[in-house]
């Protein structure tokens, strides 16, 4: 059996590959403070990861909450909201964990710094009319907490590489070629 990690590692590779290249940032992002909130899914870099491990018998529940959500959120008008789940998409890997766990990616790239991505929030403000202890169900499939992951981009394979500037040589000191006297 694969383990998260590596499923969730090679899943990024190949999508990072197919993602469209984006321009290099000149200024590095500005770090939002660290939540006091254990659960809190908010990134503090520019791309972010979410791995779930979902108990084989919470499979439905699970992704019935991302089916309501992916609804909601398709017709929400709050630009924030908007934004931030403009570049989320979640995969499913075709592989178990070792438990016989399903296991999901959520990826964003990018992510807008400081927005918690945790869909039970997400469902709680934008569902009005939700399945009778959809939540608790949804709540109850994780296997363990999800592991959360800030990325900072390190090379874009499809793109080349920004090579640093050359640096210029010291300029030396010219010698007089004045004679002196004349």
Request: charged residues 20%; aromatic residues 4%; neutral net charge.
């Amino acid at each position: 059996m694969l383990s998260a990690v590596t499923v969730a590692l090679t899943l990024l590779l190949v999508l990072a590959v197919q993602a469209v290249p984006t321009p290099q940032a000149a200024v590095p992002p500005v770090l939002a403070p660290p939540s006091p909130d254990p659960a809190n899914s908010a990134f503090t870099t520019d791309a972010g990861l979410i791995l779930v491990a979902i108990k084989p018998l919470g499979v439905a529940d699970y992704e019935l909450a991302m089916q309501v959500l992916q609804g909601a959120l398709a017709n929400d008008t709050d630009a924030t909201r908007k934004a931030a789940t403009r570049n989320w998409r979640v995969f499913k890997a075709s592989a178990t964990d070792a438990k016989g766990n399903a296991l999901y990616v959520h990826m964003m790239l990018p992510a807008v710094p400081g927005f918690d991505y945790r869909p039970s929030l997400l469902v709680d403000a934008l569902v009005k009319e939700l399945a009778p202890d959809l939540l608790t169900r949804y709540q109850d499939a994780f296997a363990s907490p999800p592991s959360k992951l800030d990325l900072t981009e390190l090379a874009n394979m499809a793109v080349a590489p920004i090579l640093p500037p050359e640096p210029k040589p010291p300029e030396t000191a010219k010698p007089d070629t004045k004679k002196p006297g004349r």
